[in-house]
């Protein structure tokens, strides 16, 4: 059953290049709440514009009381030469075995070019500061989706 506003957000903690990083540090940290997105591989055309969509529009999340975490099945070390190579500015996290990807309905069957594969569906949610999904995102472009989320959260 796919997860929908109004449900608490599943809980996650996820090896960070930087440590460790859970779900409720993050909400506790967020003045409103967490925008958290599942892509599915650094370095690769439509996730770089995705994330460097996120980086430079940050400062109006966080300035609306936002925090920004990007996760993807990549290892930490890839998330670190990810970041520093396009000067991410946000959180990146991972989730090698996808069972949070899973929990979020992020991972599943997709079709590609008329084929139907599994894999990471590229998604973002929202989890308000009581923990509770309040908005959800799914199998969107990487193309224009942050402005388009940035418009329903920042106006």
């Given amino acids: ?40 591989a650094a370095m690769t055309p439509g996730c770089t514009t995705e994330a460097c969509d996120f980086r430079d529009t940050l400062n109006s999340f966080q300035g609306s009381g936002y925090t920004v975490v990007g996760i993807s099945p990549d290892q930490p070390a890839r998330l670190a030469t990810f970041a520093e190579k396009e000067g991410l500015n946000f959180t990146l996290a991972s989730d090698p ?14 079709r590609l070019y008329g084929k139907v594969s599994v894999g990471l569906i590229r998604s973002t949610f929202v989890v308000a500061k009581d923990g509770t999904v309040s908005h959800v995102y799914r199998n969107v472009k990487a193309t224009g ?11």
């Fill in 1 to 40: 059953m796919p997860l929908e506003v109004g449900q608490p957000a599943p809980p996650f903690t996820l090896a960070t290049p930087g440590g460790e990083v859970s779900l409720s540090e993050l909400v506790s940290g967020a003045g409103t709440g967490v925008v958290v997105y599942f892509y599915p």
């Fill in 145 to 155: 989706h942050v402005e388009r989320l940035r418009r329903d959260l920042v106006g």
């Fill in 97 to 110: 075995d996808h069972a949070v990807a899973a929990a979020y309905g992020a991972w599943g069957e997709k």
